[in-house]
């Protein structure tokens, strides 16, 4: 279903206006449904990112954003907050069509990307910075101050929750932003622009340039005048950006790719394992960088459970994303479609498919696929290694507590993790050695936004969340001063 009044245009928003590139280059953008161009989106160049990097200069050395209040700025953010909420139903109808996510898993964006704004105002009314005193010596005090320009580049897997991860502690952090959404889905952003001027952010605080990756996210990335960039996506595109960033010393964030693993002890609740890891792995279309794409099944209870999950895989509801009884849409591209089918091909010669594996029958049109689970699947499978990014899950045996946590340690990624088991100790015990930012016990990817949220290995550099959002968007200069 269409939205009313989709722009026909997207535009960049650079210095509080909404403006074409200067050289006219605009780009096609198309839903997943119908793979048809609905609109154009101006294609920013470097000379856009110029510009909106000089507007964004402008409004950081001139103020007020950067030395207003604490308490200034998280009014400020309460309001962007109230607004991103308000706009709930029309922002899940955008993301549902430009995206493709079912539109009651869409219905929950708005308010999760509000209380971004909401956490984010309250942290830094509540900050404090240290001080050292040397008796009779020294008073030794840190200023935090914020950074400058923050070049924000992001993903196309729920855009518009990921920017406000984003733009929520560089806001508070008193930064001015140059945001450049992902190419695939750029509609919801367009929102942004609207909300902060009415919530009373001032003009050229929040810029942001829509474009291609190699154009306008390399250009963000080399330009001289950023000196953080925080980037989710891939971790192939990480890497481009950390060797391009090195040139100027940039500050990073990187939030990269996941296979994540769901281990399943024999003694666990099998019936909440088997609920939370088809929700993991199936939500948001698979499209998710933490989704648990590997489940390790102690051997005991291993065929029970790939019959129970094969049968509740094929039940899932596949259809067109608008529809409130979709459980899985369409996937955002023909270009990522096509990468998913493939490793479905792939999959097909390295294990024992007992789920899906093809395009629904009553959905001939549109980038849809059955939820698939593959079973027995070696450690040593491309659908055990490498990141799918789609409603594919793998599922391997194991015999003993070593073996499970060597399976799920045994690729390049180190995302999340999932351990289901009623042993208390090997709960802290498995938790602990496996190799990843975050790791939930006997429960899915909940999120508590003062927690650090980040990768090791191929997954990510640093962490976001809580007072190191903060961290990275500030600089802390230390006064000696003598006493
Ligand atoms: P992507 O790397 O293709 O693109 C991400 C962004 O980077 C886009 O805006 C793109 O235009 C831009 N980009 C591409 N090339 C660039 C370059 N050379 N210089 C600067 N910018 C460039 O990722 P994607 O396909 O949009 O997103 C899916 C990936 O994101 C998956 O790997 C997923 O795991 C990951 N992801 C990670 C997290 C996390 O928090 N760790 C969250 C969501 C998604």
Known sequence: MTPE???????????????????????DIADPVSNQPYATAAAGQAEDIDLAVRAARDAFVGGPWPTMTAR???????????????????????????????????LGQAKRAAEN???????????????????????????????????????WNTPFMLESWKLAPALASGCTIVLKPAEFTPLSASLWGPIFAAAGLPAGVFNLV???????????????????????????????????????????????????PVVIFADADLDAALDSSL???????????????????????YDDFVNRYAERASKIVVGPPSDKATEVGALVHPEHYAKVLSY?????????????????????????????VFADVPST???FQEEIFGPVV???????????????????????????????????????????????VNSHNIRDLRTPFGGVKASGVGHEGGHRSIDFYTNEQIVHVAT
């Open 5 to 27: 009044n989709l722009p026909k245009f997207l535009p960049h928003h650079i210095g509080g206006q909404e403006v074409p590139s200067r050289s006219g280059a605009t780009f």
């Open 72 to 106: 200034a700025r998280a009014r400020v953010l309460n309001n962007i907050g109230d607004a991103v909420e308000a706009q709930g139903e029309r922002l899940a109808a955008l993301e549902t069509f430009d995206t493709g996510l079912p539109i009651t898993q869409a």
């Open 117 to 155: 704004f909401r956490f984010f105002a309250d942290l830094i009314v509540a900050m404090n910075e240290d001080a050292y005193r040397v008796p009779g010596a020294q008073l030794n005090y840190v200023v935090r101050k914020p950074v400058g320009v923050a070049g924000l580049i992001t993903p």
């Open 210 to 260: 829509n474009g291609i990756g190699e154009e306008a996210g390399q250009a963000l990335v080399e330009h001289p005048g950023v000196p953080r960039i925080s980037f989710t996506g891939e971790t192939t595109t990480g890497q481009t950006i950390m060797r391009t960033a090195a040139e100027n010393l940039k500050g990073l964030s990187m939030e990269l790719g996941g296979k994540s």
């Open 279 to 301: 929700f993991g792995v199936f939500s948001l279309n698979g499209e998710r960088c933490t989704a648990g794409s590997r489940i390790l099944v102690e051997r005991s209870v």
């Open 344 to 372: 479905v091909e792939i999959g097909k010669t390295e294990a024992r498919l007992v789920a899906g594996g093809s395009r629904p029958a009553h959905l001939p049109e549109g980038n849809y696929l059955e939820p698939t």
């Open 381 to 383: 499978a491309r659908i």
């Open 394 to 440: 793998a599922i391997t045996p194991f015999d003993t507590e070593e073996e499970a946590i060597s399976l799920a340690n045994d690729v390049k990624y180190g995302l999340a993790g999932y351990v289901w088991t009623e042993n208390l100790g090997r709960a802290h015990r498995v938790s602990s050695s496996i190799d990843a930012g975050m790791v939930w």
